[in-house]
């Protein structure tokens, strides 16, 4: 069932929240616009603010405080207004299906993709591990909008739409990872998320040459680290609309590095790991007992299909540590990136949830 206290959930680009009386007039009016009346199937054929007045009563209300059924309002991060609806409907202990639609005088936004990102966060964070989504095959628009919410086709044929038409429907699904339980605490490590004043501690270490020497980026300087460290404030597990985490390794009160973990492929619970630990603290294992324990978090628990891990081929200690925690050697990839002003080659390693 669907957790109604999770609500509001909100982004940068939309806001997810119950739907009140005062929305009534602005859902009646959308409703009456033609591509809404031609791809959303809508239950009722002619909607009043006094019949969606009824409907939020009778209907939005109780369904949401059952965990059933939840009618929301897609919103304005800024104003709050009404700017269209979603519906997660058939809920069921594993699943749901989303479902919207846009006011015309707020499309082209990205309200409605932000939304959906939303939904997924509100599903995930409900314990569902699936959203299912169909569409008529025309509905181009629709189609890509889930695709690049991380829904993949899975079939085609004949069903019911909302309104009780028999339509033929194409069917898209996304897999949704399970929140973490955060912080993890290993024998000698806690892994937990990111805070502002971790800043001058990552800065002392990604600002060191040979830290980044093999990575993608320069050496941090004290803008770099004020921006990174914003990114990762962000990225608070894979189950939100960023679809990423950034855990800092502490030892004994002190900021050793930090292990980010973000999805590649939404749809079939797909990940790629990278770590950072201060040389200095190097020789003790710490690094490999603080991937070995992100592996778990996502493979176990997240409910992750396949986790990769990438990098630079001359980085040998990071490919030994790979190997160490269980990640099988996939690929080397011979002078495929560019990086830093030369051609560099990468070590791809990777492990299932089958090979915990």
């Known amino acids: ?62 369904g949401l405080a059952r965990g059933d059924l939840a009618v929301l309002t897609i919103a304005d991060p800024a104003t709050d207004a009404f700017a269209g609806s979603l519906v997660l409907f058939d809920v069921t202990a594993a699943e749901a299906e989303v479902g919207f639609w846009m006011h015309p005088d707020h499309r082209g936004r990205g309200l409605a993709r932000a939304a959906v990102e939303l939904a997924a966060e509100l599903a995930a964070g409900s314990g569902l591990r699936r959203l299912r989504a169909r569409t008529v095959p025309d509905n181009t628009a629709s189609q890509a909008l889930l695709t690049s919410a991380g829904f993949a086709v899975e079939g085609r044929g004949a069903g019911t739409a909302p309104s009780g038409e028999e339509v033929e429907l194409l069917t898209l699904v996304r897999e949704l990872p399970h929140p973490m339980d955060l912080p993890v605490d290993t024998d000698r490590l806690r892994l937990r998320l990111h805070r502002e004043q971790d800043r001058e501690a990552l800065l002392a270490i990604y600002s060191r040459p040979d830290v980044a020497r093999h990575l993608l980026e320069e050496p941090w300087t004290p803008e770099d680290s004020r921006r990174r460290i914003e990114e990762r404030l962000a990225r608070t597990g894979l189950h939100t609309g960023e679809g990423a985490l950034a855990l800092v390794i502490e030892h004994e009160g002190r900021v050793l590095g930090d292990v980010a973990l973000w999805l590649t492929d939404r749809a079939h619970l797909v990940a790629e790991i990278g770590w950072v630990l201060d040389p200095a603290a190097g020789g003790q294992g710490l690094a490999t007992e603080a991937v070995r324990a992100v592996l778990d978090l996502a493979l176990r628990e997240s409910g992750l299909h396949r986790v990769a891990a990438r990098m630079d081929a001359r980085n040998t200690a990071s490919a030994r540590l790979a190997e160490r925690v269980g990640m099988r050697r996939e690929a080397h990839l011979r002078e495929d990136w560019w990086s830093k002003g030369e051609w560099t080659s990468t070590l791809e390693f990777g492990m299932l949830a089958s090979d915990r």
Do not use: K, N, W
Not at 21 to 42: F, I, K, Q, S
Not at 43 to 50: H, N, R, S, V
């Open 1 to 62: 069932m669907l957790d109604p206290d999770l609500l509001p959930l909100a982004s940068d680009r939309a806001r997810l929240r119950p739907m009140r009386a005062e929305d009534a007039a602005d859902y009646a009016e959308g409703t009456a616009d033609a591509a809404v009346r031609a791809r959303a199937h809508l239950p009722e054929t002619q909607y009043t603010p006094a019949s969606v007045r009824a409907m939020i009563a009778e209907s939005v209300e109780p």
